[in-house]
Structure formats: C-alpha cells, structure tokens
C-alpha cells in the first residue's frame, strides 16, 4: 500500500477507481486531463490520487473534530512513512536491516499478485 499511496500513477497507471469526495470539489487541470468517467458517470481516479485525497480528508476529519480542544497542542499527520519499492535500484535489494518490516513480507510479484487480488 505505501508503493501505492506514494507512487500509485507508476506502479499501478491503469488501475482507476470512483472518486469518493465531498460535494463541491473542484477538480484541478492535472485532474481534469487524467479523468475518465465510469460506467455511473462517476469520476474516475488513480490509486495514488483516490488514497492521497482519503488520508488528507481523513486527517481534515481529525483536526476538526480536536481542533477545539484545549488539550490538544497538535499532531502530525505521518511519522517516517514507509517507502515501499519506491527508489529500490532492485526489488532484490530490500534491506531487512534497515527497511521496517513486520512479520512476513512479500516479495515484489507476491505483492503485485496480493494486489491484484491473487492470495
């Protein structure tokens, strides 16, 4: 998913999904030139575009619902993110050592396969 959410329009070009955003979003010009329309008429995105704008809206969500609250100093949003096989000069060379990993991890085609809905 971290491949996805960061390099989504790379590794995963083909693959659109139904945008599912608040009433009265405006779409940008980058936006309007990668669109396709589903079969609902529905706007159509790229994995990377449709978990980017979730994960914003989510933490939107977050800091209205806290903002208030004299508590609350702040938050952040995301610590050291995981890269995925983004920037792997070779989907051999993950470094077990240093790449954060827990449990099991799949190689590079299971993860493709998993993410075409192979198990």
């Known amino acids: ?16 999904v139904p945008r599912s955003c608040s009433a ?3 779409m940008t010009s980058a936006e309007q030139e990668h669109n396709d329309e589903g079969k609902d008429g529905k706007e159509m995105v790229g ?14 969500e977050l800091a209205d619902a806290v903002g208030g609250l004299k508590s609350v100093l702040g938050f952040e949003v995301m610590n050291e993110p995981h890269r995925g096989f983004v920037n792997l000069h070779s989907f051999d060379a993950w470094d077990y050592d240093t790449d954060l990993h827990i449990g099991y991890l799949p190689l590079f085609l299971q993860a493709v396969a998993l993410g075409e809905g192979h198990a």
């Open 24 to 26: 009265g979003h405006k």
């Open 1 to 16: 998913m971290a491949t996805v959410f960061w390099a989504g329009d790379i590794f995963g070009y083909k693959i659109r």
């Open 47 to 60: 994995l990377q575009t449709f978990l980017q704008d979730a994960y914003l809206r989510a933490f939107g």
